[in-house]
């Protein structure tokens, strides 16, 4: 392990952790501007051109307010809830590839900071520990509104795990490895998974929607019954880091569906091009499918009302979940009879 | 050399966590910790290059049943009134109980207590290796206990269905 190495992992590391913090702070300003929008009012005009330092101004707002704990709450993990929420949205990027190798200062530097030979199982592994920032949040907070929004939320994103995991096994079928480069191997130029598994897309985007708690699924934080959820007691930045995260979430979540249906940094016609150009061409696309679905997360948002709980339970385990088991088998019976095992 | 160093040290996190378990006098801490102690054993499986192995027992354990557990606990929202008041003898039996467990493991385990270098050369943990080794070695076990699940899954249904609720 030379000095190079470490020193490009590294750059690497923040660079991805930056660029998810950006984007995460203009998807806030962009999601108001798009309310706005459809809403037909004008949206945030007043801090610089067009409103563009609003994120900055909402930012230091968040630090300048009162940092409150509870009285009666328990106080660590008061402070540990919103820092776990951060923690497991940002950290699904480790294994996102986000472009083909670049050549900078005479090395092959690979776009992705780590290539597991498990890479879907660790996103399912990180979404799975997303429960706890919210429970433990909701729980410390010593109050019946938040208790009922964690509540709320670990049994949404319970229900929405199994589907989303039975979905993606057709994945892993057609593709034969579950690291995120094997999957994107099998998509080149425009062979991309969406045209042979387009319900498999629909509940994978549907359990996504839940998992990061985006309406039409943001019962967790219900404002006309439960106030403001799990994060009624949470001020300040606290409260700011759980906002926050839902929009890193949801920009890591559009990623994964453009890597895993749409052929991440694949795009047709890329054998034309070669070396630096390719790659920086590959980055932009992939950047620009991954802003397209997170078009569509506010689009759904500001177009569809909330679900009853009930509605809610009864769409993850009686719809999505056989929907899901059925298109598995239909699949694998399909890749059984093409490979010629009957 | 320092591969010993990240297991040793690996090993004391888990047993001080384990132990917080059963120490710490609030039941949700109490789960908290267990699942910082599932966090532990999964590292124990990456240093023996066991990546599925971890990546299971995170998803499976510290995911899925300790929220389950939080779950419970949350809802009965038990507090220091109560408490059963643990009598003495119960106590001292407990720890009679424990030590001999203790001893018998030692016993037993003896001989694989030494720790071996080249356990990282060691692939049985990863998808593949394991897959052919389920479905080909273990195939008549696996299944069987894939029914055993199914069977276990279809009981929990019918005792939550057992009585015919009309919900529109």
Known sequence: ?342 | MTLELIAYILGGLTIGSALMVVLSNHPIRSVLYLVITFFFISGHFLLMNAQFLAIVNIIVYAGAIMVLFLFTLMLLNLNQSDEPNSKNYLSLSAIIGGGSLLLILIAALRDEFTFNEAIHENYSGLVENLGNTLFTKYLVPFEISSILFISAMVGAVLLAKRENQQID
């Not at chain 1, 459809?38 to 949206?43: K, L, M, T, V």
């Not at chain 1, 929405?160 to 480069?181: D, K, P, Q, R, V």
């Not at chain 1, 569906?257 to 070396?275: A, D, M, N, R, W």
């Not at chain 1, 569509?296 to 009864?314: A, C, E, N, S, V």
């Open chain 1, 1 to 342: 392990m030379d000095l190079a190495f470490i020193i490009e992992k590294f750059s690497l590391v923040l660079l991805v952790f930056l660029i998810s913090l950006g984007v995460a702070a203009y998807s806030t300003f962009f999601e108001r501007k798009l309310a706005g929008w459809i809403q037909d009012r004008i949206g945030p005009n007043r801090a610089g051109p067009f409103g563009l330092l609003q994120p900055i101004a909402d930012g230091v707002k968040m630090f300048l307010k009162e940092d409150f704990i509870p009285k009666n709450s328990d106080k660590w993990l008061f402070i540990i809830g919103p820092g776990i929420s951060m923690f497991t949205a940002l950290i699904t990027s480790t294994i996102i590839p986000w472009g083909p190798p670049v050549e900078v200062f005479g090395r092959q530097v690979t776009l992705q900071i780590a290539d597991f030979n498990i890479g879907i199982l660790f996103i399912f592994g990180v979404v799975s520990m997303g429960v706890y920032g919210i429970m433990i949040g909701g729980w410390s907070s010593n109050n019946k509104y938040s208790l009922f929004g964690a509540i709320r939320a670990s049994s949404q994103m319970i229900s929405y795990e199994l589907a989303m995991g039975i979905s993606l096994i057709t994945i892993i079928l057609m593709s034969g490895g579950l690291s995120l480069n094997d999957i994107l191997d099998h998509q080149k130029g425009i062979n991309w998974n969406i045209f042979y598994q387009p319900l498999c897309f629909l509940i994978f985007f549907i359990c996504s929607l839940a998992e990061t708690n985006r309406a039409p699924f943001d019962l967790p934080e219900c404002e006309s019954e439960l106030i403001g959820g799990y994060h009624t007691e949470y001020t300040s930045m606290k409260l700011g880091l759980f906002l926050f995260s839902e929009y890193v979430a949801m920009f890591i979540s559009s990623a994964i569906i453009s890597i895993l249906f749409f052929g991440g940094y694949h795009f047709p016609g890329e054998t034309y091009f070669v070396g630096n150009t390719l790659a920086i061409i590959s980055i932009l696309v992939f950047f620009a499918k991954t802003f397209f679905f997170v078009f569509i997360f506010m689009w759904i948002r500001w177009t569809i009302p909330r679900f009853r709980f009930d509605q809610l339970m009864h769409l993850g385990w009686k719809t999505l979940i056989p929907l899901a088991i059925i298109n598995m088998m239909i699949t694998g019976i399909i890749i059984a009879i093409y490979e010629g095992w009957f």
